[in-house]
Nanobody, 119 residues
Framework: QVPVVESGGGLVQAGGSLRLSCAAG????????MGWFRRAPGKEREFVAT????????AYADSVKGRFTISRDNAKNTVYLQMISLKPEDTAVYYC????????????WGQGTQVTVSS
């Protein structure tokens, strides 16, 4: 379990952009794969993106490919999610977590950050 605090969400019009941040605790953050997940109203939480600790390689859900970019700054223990060309269907609470593949390795989710995209 990696303690995290997500931030950066907000209300944006369709086509707009946001950058989410995830500040993580722990002295071994740089050795963990990290990722973003989201939960839309009435839906299950789903994988969005992940970034590898060793080589920085990334993977994305098909629904966000080409629009979202995950990155990390190990010196700041922070993971980012740059989102462009936002769509109303991107509306959700976004969470970050340590990942194994596209699965979250987490006991208790953080509070997340709300992203609302208006049409």
């Amino acid at each position: 379990q990696v303690p995290v605090v997500e931030s950066g969400g907000g209300l944006v019009q369709a086509g707009g952009s946001l950058r989410l941040s995830c500040a993580a605790g722990g002295r071994t953050f740089s050795s963990y794969d990290m990722g973003w997940f989201r939960r839309a109203p009435g839906k299950e939480r789903e994988f969005v993106a992940t970034i590898n600790a060793r080589d920085g390689s990334t993977a994305y859900a098909d629904s966000v490919k080409g629009r979202f970019t995950i990155s990390r700054d190990n010196a700041k223990n922070t993971v980012y999610l740059q989102m462009i060309s936002l769509k109303p269907e991107d509306t959700a609470v976004y969470y970050c977590a340590r990942t194994v593949g596209t699965r979250a390795l987490v006991d208790n989710w953080g509070q997340g950050t709300q992203v609302t995209v208006s049409s």
